[in-house]
Each structure stands twice: as C-alpha cells, then as structure tokens.
C-alpha cells in the first residue's frame, strides 16, 4: 500500500514539474494553424504551420532576430547562437504547441570558418586544352545558332555577357527536371522549345559552354561540390577565360 502511495506522489511531483517547467516558458495565442516569420529583415508570410502533437517543433534560423506572427499575436528573439528559445503557442486557447528557435549557421559562416587554402599543394592536375572554334561541330553550333549576331561585334566582355544573358532569356532553369537524352546545345535548346520546359544548371552550363567555345572563348564548366562530406545535391557554373582582363572569371 505505501509503495502505491509513493508511486503515485512521485507521479504528482512529475507533473507538477512538468506543468512548473511549461509555466515559465513565454505563451503566445493563436485561433489559426498559420504564422508568420519575420526572419532578420525577410517576412516570411505563412511560413509556419503550429502542429500540436509534434512533441517540440523547431524552427533554425542563421538571423539576429526572429519574430513569430499568429492571426491575434507575436513573439520575438534576438537570437544569440550558442542559446536554444523555447516558448508556447496556445492555439484556440487549448492546444499547446512547444516551438523552439534553434540557430544554425548560414552557408557564408560555414565557409568563412575553413581552412586557408594551403598553397605549397603540388598534387597533379592533370593537363588539358580548349576546343579550337574550328572544330566542325562547334563551327555547326555557330552557324546554325548564329551566334555572332548574337554575341556582337563588341570588346570581348561584352560578347561573354551577351551570350550569357541570351541563354538565361532562352532557356528556363529547373532544378527538378531530368535531363534529356541528347545532351549537346543544338538537341538541349530543341527539346525544351518543343518540350516547354527547363533544364538544371548542368544542362545550362553545357549549352553556354558549347556557345563560348564556338566563339572562340576559352570555357569550361566546374562542379561545385557542398562543404559537407555527405550530400545529395551540387551546383554547375561556367569557368571563362577573359582575354582582355587576363584572368578567369565565373558565370
């Protein structure tokens, strides 16, 4: 019988300690499911559903400052990145949803915070050459794209930007799509005109690669791999050289 007695008080202590500990946390109110977030200077309408059976929901953010909008409330952090902010949302004035505001650092911070690079590396780097832009296929994609119209009779950096923006114009980005069979510039830009579609930056970037080497522009494209060992996605740019600035640049 008194082990019953304890059981049941210490189950009261527990309660109460939880009931004590959710009392000291900041509660705001909410008659809809739907928040708004205003994160640094960015106000993110509908950004936030309020989930009451999720046991805490949380919310990472790489700003100083978040506020949190309900239909008939607000609740603001100035964030501080080594601290967690946990408070309450109280929706209809019966469901309570524990929310947290969790910081992460941006991708900026994530690179600012690497290594120098180490200069004495004298790993290989294999050795490779330019397509001539008198290579028959690249003089069809020429002809047939009439891309000295389109690349202009101005300085050299004017003729790299103006393809540039041509195929950004002509050819939609999308990430999601997958890639077609055929993969040179002529097949890529026919099938998303008769598809409707887009391509993902891989895509892109061989379609204005093939243009500015047919011009003759030094070119090639560069994967850019993510920070983190472990990752599901990438990134493709165009590495041109600039005769008249006599570097690379990056498009």
Not at 61 to 72: E, G, L, N, R
Not at 232 to 244: A, F, G, P, R
Request: charged share 30%.
């Amino acid at each position: 019988m008194k082990k019953k007695i304890f059981t049941f008080l210490g189950i009261c202590i527990l309660g109460q300690g939880i009931l004590f500990s959710q009392k000291k946390l900041p509660v705001i109110k909410a008659n809809s499911i739907s928040v708004d977030i205003k994160d640094g200077n960015t106000l993110k309408k509908n950004a936030w559903n309020i989930v009451p059976e999720e046991k805490l929901d949380v919310y990472t953010t790489s700003s100083k400052k978040v506020t949190f909008y309900t239909d008939i409330d607000s609740i603001s952090f100035k964030i501080d990145p080594k601290k967690e902010y946990n408070f309450i949302i109280l929706l209809k004035g019966k469901d309570s949803a524990r929310t947290q505001i969790k910081y992460v650092p941006s991708r900026l911070e994530i690179l600012k915070g690497g290594e120098k690079y180490n200069f004495s590396d004298q790993r290989l780097i294999p050795k490779f050459t330019y397509q001539s832009k008198e290579n028959e296929d690249l003089k069809k994609i020429r002809k047939e794209l009439r891309l000295d119209s389109i690349a202009g009779k101005g300085n050299e950096l004017s003729q790299i930007f103006n393809l540039m923006h041509w195929v950004h114009n002509l050819v939609r980005h999308d990430g999601s799509s997958n890639n077609p069979t055929l993969k040179n510039v002529v097949d890529l830009i026919k099938v998303c005109k008769a598809e409707n579609r887009g391509v993902n930056c891989r895509m892109l970037a061989t379609i204005l690669n093939e243009c500015y080497l047919s011009m003759g522009i030094k070119s090639r494209y560069i994967t850019c791999m993510p920070k983190e060992t472990n990752f599901d996605d990438c990134h493709v740019i165009n590495m041109v050289y600039s005769k008249d600035l006599k570097k690379m640049d990056l498009d």
